[in-house]
């Protein structure tokens, strides 16, 4: 791996995190791990982990498949589709965001076919983050031990005389296989199509900020739960929430629950102060580390942070249960 030019993989794209910057090349960050904002930092340099999405050698090597190599989720799937896809949606709405602003002309802000990508892209976005590899791998170890431990009870009561030596059986799992089921997840295209044909059947709304300050983290795409607290992108009164730049926000809700807003679906909307310092505390809140923005601005964080005793606040990441554990 010494020398590869892709050693940075980005679960945030670039081209995303550009439209959150004043010069697309940098931007305003505040990490969370390290209580205060941070000089402004290289976009190349953001959202990203070392071989993030690298497969390891022992996982391919016998497949018979000469176009996959290591790096291919990075290079061929993010770099060269995935990404190309989504710099046109964005550059799309930010052009119709000016436009409107100019003009206030009340026309769609994306036509059927876009629309259809970005719900795409959202889906795939949305997978590829850290914690969905983190929610996959805990509920695959979790299973897989829980299989063990009813095959070890079911052995040891036809066996009693081996019960002790079934007791020190134990499961060992491959680290490294994580990498694999997470590349199982944000590329398979039936769970893809099935996110993509949830996401275009909400009503979406595009709230806007003349301020050009709304927030986003290294966690951005957000479920919040308006009926009890099941929070997927199919349960009824959720809003699904991610900033698109740092002048536009796009929420989609549910046709069922809010079906009071769908004359706003499609069409661009003046925020008010209030919900936009809403939406940019979950931002704060449900980030893992970062928060980004345009502008060097977070008091809103130093608010936040003083009323909880000067101290970081984290929201406890989802969680699976496999037989009640």
């Given at each position: 791996?010494?020398?590869?030019?892709?050693?940075k993989?980005?679960?945030?794209?670039?081209?995303y995190?550009?439209?959150?910057?004043?010069n697309?090349?940098?931007?305003?960050?505040?990490?969370?791990?390290r209580?205060?904002?941070?000089?402004?930092?290289?976009?190349?340099?953001?959202?990203?982990?070392d071989?993030?999405?690298?497969?390891?050698?022992?996982?391919i090597?016998?497949?018979?498949?000469?176009?996959?190599?290591?790096?291919?989720?990075?290079?061929?799937?993010?770099?060269?589709?995935?990404?190309?896809?989504?710099?046109?949606?964005l550059?799309?709405?930010?052009c119709?965001?000016?436009?409107?602003k100019t003009?206030?002309?009340?026309?769609?802000?994306?036509?059927?076919?876009?629309?259809?990508?970005?719900?795409?892209?959202?889906?795939?976005?949305?997978?590829r983050l850290?914690?969905?590899?983190?929610?996959?791998?805990?509920f695959?170890?979790?299973?897989?031990?829980?299989?063990?431990?009813?095959?070890?009870?079911?052995?040891?009561a036809?066996?009693?005389?081996?019960?002790?030596?079934?007791?020190?059986?134990n499961?060992?799992?491959?680290?490294?296989?994580?990498?694999?089921?997470?590349?199982?997840?944000?590329?398979?295209?039936?769970?893809?199509?099935k996110?993509?044909?949830?996401?275009?059947?909400?009503?979406?709304?595009?709230?806007?900020?003349n301020?050009?300050?709304?927030?986003?983290?290294?966690?951005?795409?957000?479920?919040k739960?308006?009926?009890?607290?099941?929070?997927?992108?199919?349960?009824?009164?959720v809003?699904?929430?991610?900033?698109?730049?740092?002048?536009?926000?796009l929420?989609?809700?549910?046709?069922?629950?809010f079906?009071?807003?769908?004359?706003?679906?499609?069409?661009?909307?003046i925020?008010?102060?209030?919900?936009?310092?809403?939406y940019?505390?979950?931002?704060y809140?449900?980030?893992?580390?970062?928060?980004?923005?345009?502008?060097d601005?977070?008091?809103l964080?130093?608010?936040?942070?003083?009323?909880?005793?000067?101290?970081?606040?984290?929201?406890?990441?989802?969680?699976?249960?496999?037989?009640?554990?």
């Amino acid at each position: 791996m010494k020398g590869e030019k892709n050693k940075k993989h980005h679960f945030i794209p670039q081209c995303y995190l550009r439209y959150f910057s004043n010069n697309r090349k940098s931007i305003n960050i505040y990490s969370k791990k390290r209580n205060r904002s941070s000089p402004i930092q290289a976009i190349s340099k953001t959202a990203c982990e070392d071989y993030f999405y690298r497969i390891p050698e022992k996982f391919i090597a016998n497949l018979d498949n000469q176009i996959f190599h290591p790096n291919f989720f990075e290079k061929e799937f993010f770099d060269d589709n995935i990404e190309k896809l989504l710099g046109p949606i964005l550059k799309t709405i930010d052009c119709a965001v000016e436009n409107w602003k100019t003009n206030k002309i009340e026309n769609e802000v994306l036509q059927k076919s876009d629309k259809e990508v970005f719900a795409g892209l959202i889906a795939v976005q949305y997978l590829r983050l850290p914690n969905i590899r983190d929610l996959n791998w805990s509920f695959y170890t979790k299973s897989n031990n829980e299989r063990l431990d009813i095959v070890k009870s079911i052995l040891s009561a036809e066996f009693p005389e081996n019960k002790s030596f079934m007791e020190t059986i134990n499961l060992e799992i491959d680290e490294e296989y994580k990498l694999v089921l997470h590349a199982k997840t944000f590329a398979n295209e039936n769970l893809i199509y099935k996110l993509q044909d949830c996401i275009l059947d909400k009503i979406w709304i595009f709230y806007v900020s003349n301020e050009d300050d709304f927030y986003t983290s290294d966690n951005p795409i957000i479920l919040k739960p308006h009926i009890g607290e099941q929070s997927s992108f199919y349960d009824e009164g959720v809003e699904i929430i991610f900033p698109i730049s740092s002048s536009v926000l796009l929420t989609l809700w549910d046709k069922k629950h809010f079906e009071d807003k769908i004359f706003q679906d499609n069409k661009f909307n003046i925020i008010n102060s209030k919900s936009k310092n809403e939406y940019n505390c979950y931002q704060y809140l449900f980030a893992n580390d970062e928060v980004y923005s345009k502008n060097d601005n977070f008091k809103l964080i130093e608010l936040l942070k003083y009323v909880n005793g000067g101290n970081e606040k984290f929201i406890k990441k989802p969680t699976v249960l496999v037989n009640g554990k």
